[in-house]
């Protein structure tokens, strides 16, 4: 089954029919929101909000393991993240939609992994890859059969939040090898991971990062609402041919 996280501009799924609400409690705590169940096509899926239906949840402060439990618990095997994300790479301007390929951590948060405590035991997982590459051919085909387009490739730079990034962090990212920036890969993608669910991240380039383009003396808040306007609407286009 299905799963889509949808991130900043996408609190609802709106296309799902037979909608239903359900609350899932974890032993890591309460997840962002309700789960919400749903159709499209016949096909069932699941929606979570990330930052909580009223955006409310700042990414440091997201129980991520409580969300990708209950995920896991209700039958999940595959989770497509959204993300707004700032572009770093000249090619990656505002609107850009894009499949990245690679996580680099730069975050200070606990809890992350669910491999903790006295009565676990020390495991490691394999995370050459963090990224399921046949759910990523599967976003691509969805996306070609509606006329869009996903870049293919970039490495996402995963920063604590919820502060925007200076200029100066940004071109240190730039030199460790990201393309992208933004706040809520991890540790999502490595607890998805953990417990063997396929996971892809579809990105959303909402803004230049700072120091960038039209970020060089700051970063709109405006122009990133106008952006993601537009594109969340092509973001769900995709979702909706997702097979």
Partial sequence: MLAII??????????????????????YGDPSCPLSFG?????EIVFLARHG???TIAPHQINYRANLWALDATGVTDVVSVATVGGIRPDLAPGTLLLPDQIID????????FFEGPDQPVTHIDFTQPYDSTLRDRLVAAAG?????????ATYG?????????AAEIRRL??????IVGMTAMPEAALARELGISYATL?????????????VGGVSMDDIARVLEGAIGRVRTILRALR
Avoid: K, W
Wanted: aromatic share 4%; net charge negative.
């Fill in 53 to 55: 239906y009223g955006h």
């Fill in 158 to 166: 995963c920063t604590q939040g919820p502060r925007l990034e200076t």
């Fill in 203 to 215: 990105a959303v380039v909402a803004n230049h990062a700072a120091g960038i383009g039209d970020s």
């Fill in 106 to 113: 730069y975050t200070h948060r606990g809890h992350g992994t």
């Fill in 145 to 153: 059969s509606v006329g869009e387009t996903l870049l293919l490739g």
């Fill in 174 to 179: 730039a030199r460790d090898g990201c393309d």
């Fill in 6 to 27: 949808g991130g900043s501009g996408m609190a609802m799924f709106d296309e799902m029919v037979d909608r239903r609400r359900q609350v899932v409690r974890t032993p």
């Fill in 39 to 43: 159709r499209i096509d016949g096909h």
